[in-house]
């Protein structure tokens, strides 16, 4: 029996976080930068959100990654529109309506500066009248576009969103479009 491997991905913008390319789609796949057979996503990133993926040929270990009912938790840095006032922390904090179902506590954070990042291809939008400031939260469940669907239901957009945290595992050491194996 084959020793199970598991590796941490930073996976960069506008990749698909899938093997197989969709027909016509213009996208580069985990395929484009892993070689390694039997290794599969434990949970996804949308394609225009960037940061740490664990691909592992451990199914009890994909298993306990994705299954909502053990509340791993995960963190992400958000660059959002505008300074959110403490209502907006709160509420990120307590709880948000995302599509009718409120979300699980999470734990959020201004960040003090802006975290040292790789430019991203192709770059945010810029805008001069309206300032953007980075958030880190910590989200013990997953659903799709969870942190985008919740910054915006505070009134401050998601511009770019990066998972720096699974767990124990972060993306210390690598960079865009790296991967390395852990054990």
């Not at 434990?42 to 994705?66: F, I, N, P, Y």
């Not at 299954?67 to 660059?79: E, L």
């Not at 209502?87 to 960040?111: I, N, S």
Request: hydrophobic residues 35%; aromatic residues 6%; charged residues 25%.
């Amino acid at each position: 029996m084959k020793k199970p491997r598991t590796l941490l991905f930073w996976k960069p913008y506008g990749v698909l976080c899938q093997f197989t390319p969709e027909p016509g789609a213009p996208h580069a796949t985990l395929a484009d930068f892993i070689n390694i057979p039997d290794v599969y996503p434990a949970g996804r990133l949308d394609h225009d959100s960037e940061g740490l993926v664990v691909l592992t040929s451990d199914g009890g270990l994909q298993h306990r990654l994705t299954d909502p009912r053990r509340g791993h938790p995960r963190t992400y840095w958000a660059q959002v529109e505008r300074v959110p006032d403490e209502a907006a922390l709160r509420a990120l904090r307590d709880g948000v309506l995302v599509q009718g179902v409120k979300t699980r506590p999470a734990e959020v954070r201004l960040l003090d500066q802006e975290p040292e990042l790789p430019s991203r291809t192709p770059p945010i939008r810029y805008r001069k009248n309206v300032p953007s400031v980075w958030l880190e939260l910590t989200l013990t469940e997953g659903r799709n576009r969870q942190v985008r669907r919740m910054t915006a239901a505070v009134g401050h957009p998601t511009l770019r969103l990066v998972r720096v945290r699974i767990g124990a595992w972060t993306l210390d050491g690598l960079a865009p479009a790296q991967w390395r194996e852990v054990i």
